[in-house]
C-alpha cells in the first residue's frame, strides 16, 4: 500500500476504514462537505484512541495531566504548526488543521498536535548522481527511502539523528572525530530546505497530525561526506549510495506540497524560495533550480518544476 494517502476531491483525504491498520479502531465516515472544523457536523462522534507510550520514548500520556503549551514550544517540544496557529477545542485538544479524519486522541503519534518527522535527502555529485537510501526504515514514511526520523525540535535539525551517527561512526575508519565534526558543520551549513508541511498520512488524528521537513544536504565535489564508504551490510539502518532519479524526485516533491495544506501566507513564502543544487548529472555539470510555485485562490493548487541550468565551463 501507498504509505501517502491518495486526495479525494479538493482539500478532502480518503482514509482507510480502519485507523492505522489497527482492525478494532474504526473511523467514522466524514462527508467532504464536513471534513472543516468551521462547518457544524452535531452527530460526530469518533472512536478516541491513544496508544501506550513506549517506555523507551518521550511521548504524551493518554490523558494530559499538566497544561501543555500548544502552539508554541513546550518542554522541549516544538508544538508549533508549519501554517498558522491551529486551534484547540474545548477539552484543551488541539485541532487537526487539515479537518476531521474520523478518530479521536494521539494515535499511535508521540503527541498531541503537530508530530515532526525530518527526511534527510544528502547527495554527492558521482556519475550518476547518488544518495543514501535507508533500508530500515522505522517510521513508515516512504520517500524514496530517505533516512526519516521523529524529532521533538526540528528547526535544531539538518539530518536525522540515526542517519548521521551510522555515518559518522563509518567516518571514523577514516578521519578523526575532529575532522568528521568539521565536514558535518561545512556541509550542514549549506543544507538546503526542499519542502516543510503537513502530511495526509494513516496514523493521523483529529488532535495529532504529521508534518514532515525534507531537508538536502550535498558533497559537490565528492570530497567529505560523499567519501563515506556506507553500504546496506555496515550499518543497522542499511543506508547504501544508490542513483538519483530526478524524475522520481520531482513527483514525491509534488506530491508532498500538493497535499500540504498551507495558507495563503505560507504559499506566498513557499512560492519566494528558490533552491539551488549544486551536483552533477551523468559527467554533465550542471545546476539544478527547484521553483515551488504555488498559486492560492482559496484552495492551495503546487506546481514544482526541477530546471537545469548548464555552468560554464
Not at 482514509?15 to 457544524?40: C, D, F, M, Q
Not at 520514548?57 to 504548526?81: A, G, Q, Y
Request: aromatic residues 8%; hydrophobic residues 35%.
Amino acid at each position: 500500500m501507498d504509505g501517502l494517502l491518495k486526495i479525494a476531491f479538493v482539500s478532502s483525504v480518503i482514509y482507510e476504514k480502519y485507523y492505522a491498520g489497527l482492525t478494532s479502531i474504526t473511523r467514522t465516515y466524514v462527508p467532504p462537505k464536513n471534513a472543516s472544523w468551521k462547518v457544524p457536523f452535531p452527530n460526530y462522534s469518533p472512536a478516541y484512541y491513544s496508544a501506550p507510550c513506549d517506555a523507551n520514548k518521550h511521548c504524551d500520556p493518554e490523558k494530559l495531566s499538566h497544561t501543555v503549551k500548544f502552539n508554541s514550544i513546550d518542554n522541549n517540544v516544538d508544538r508549533r504548526s508549519t501554517g498558522k496557529k491551529y486551534s484547540i477545542n474545548e477539552k484543551g485538544l488541539p485541532l487537526n488543521p487539515n479537518g476531521r479524519t474520523g478518530v479521536q486522541g494521539r494515535g499511535i503519534l508521540p503527541f498531541y498536535g503537530p508530530n515532526y518527522v525530518v527526511v534527510s535527502l544528502i547527495t554527492r555529485s558521482s556519475k550518476p548522481i547518488e544518495y543514501l537510501a535507508v533500508k530500515n526504515a522505522d517510521t513508515d514514511l516512504d520517500i524514496l527511502n530517505m533516512p526519516a526520523e521523529f524529532v521533538t525540535m526540528p528547526d535544531s535539525v539538518k539530518i536525522t539523528p540515526k542517519a548521521e551517527t551510522v555515518i559518522k561512526e563509518i567516518m571514523l575508519k577514516s578521519y578523526g572525530n575532529k575532522t568528521i565534526e568539521e565536514i558535518f558543520n561545512k556541509v550542514t551549513k549549506k543544507a538546503t530546505l526542499l519542502f516543510r508541511g503537513t502530511l495526509e498520512d494513516e496514523r493521523n488524528t483529529d488532535n495529532a497530525w504529521i508534518e514532515a521537513i525534507l531537508i538536502q544536504l550535498t558533497d559537490s565535489n565528492v570530497r567529505k561526506l560523499g567519501l563515506a564508504d556506507v553500504e546496506e551490510s555496515n550499518n543497522p539502518l542499511g543506508l547504501h549510495w544508490t542513483p538519483l532519479e530526478i524524475t522520481e524526485l520531482k513527483a514525491q516533491l509534488q506530491r508532498l506540497v500538493a497535499q500540504a495544506h498551507l495558507s495563503i501566507t505560507d504559499s506566498a513564502m513557499q512560492q519566494a524560495r528558490e533552491f539551488s543544487w549544486d551536483i552533477r548529472d551523468q559527467g554533465t555539470a550542471g545546476k539544478f533550480k527547484t521553483f515551488v510555485n504555488i498559486l492560492a485562490n482559496g484552495v492551495t493548487m503546487v506546481n514544482i518544476v526541477l530546471t537545469t541550468a548548464s555552468l560554464a565551463g
